[in-house]
Structures are given as C-alpha cells and as structure tokens.
C-alpha cells in the first residue's frame, strides 16, 4: 500500500498539503470537506484537490510532503499548473544568490 500526497485550495485560497495512505484520495477530501479533522482546513472549507501525486513507497511521500510545506505559494502554484520551469526557477531563487567559494574565486 502506498500513499497520495496532495494540495488542496482552501475557501481563503490558502493552501493545505497533506497525504492519506491507500488506494483512494477521494473519501480523504469528503472528511476535509465535512470537517472531519479539527486542525487547519475545518475553518477554511470547503476545500478542492489540486493536486496530488501516489507514492508506491510510503517513505518517498512523506519526504515530498515535507518538502511541499516549505515551498513558497508562487511555486505551488506553478507546481499545480505543471510549470515545471518556473517551479526549477523557484528552486534556485529560494536560497538566495549563489554563493562564492574562495577557490572559484
């Protein structure tokens, strides 16, 4: 069994990333939607999926998961619009400019 990782867009137009394990996401967004979980999305429903991705390898999910929440909205955004240039882009953006070791100097 592996597991889906996913986006949804909240009714605020803020994102939730989260995953589910199983072969069906579908009965994942009825509770989010329902107010199953009292954490982040119950105040912000109704929610719609986005994007999602499975996972044959459970750790693989989790890993991606973790690195979606720390991506900025622009590259989620461009993540769901399957804007893999500008998601690249974004990539190296984030960290800043590059930075000069003394031997490339």
């Given at each position: 069994m592996g597991i889906h990782v996913y986006m949804l867009r909240c009714?605020?137009?803020?994102f939730y990333v989260g995953s589910a394990t199983g072969d069906d996401l579908a009965p994942?967004?009825?509770q989010h939607n329902a107010g199953a979980f009292p954490g982040?999305?119950?105040n912000r429903r109704p929610v719609v999926l986005v994007w999602s991705e499975y996972f044959d390898r459970v750790t693989?999910?989790?890993a991606a998961e973790r690195q979606l929440k720390g991506w900025s909205r622009a590259k989620k955004e461009?993540?769901?619009r399957s804007d893999w240039d500008t998601v690249s882009r974004l990539a190296r953006r984030r960290g800043g400019a590059a930075q000069v070791t003394?031997?490339?100097q």
């Open positions: 009714a605020d137009n803020s994942r967004i009825e982040y999305t119950y693989d999910g989790i461009a993540l769901i003394p031997d490339a």
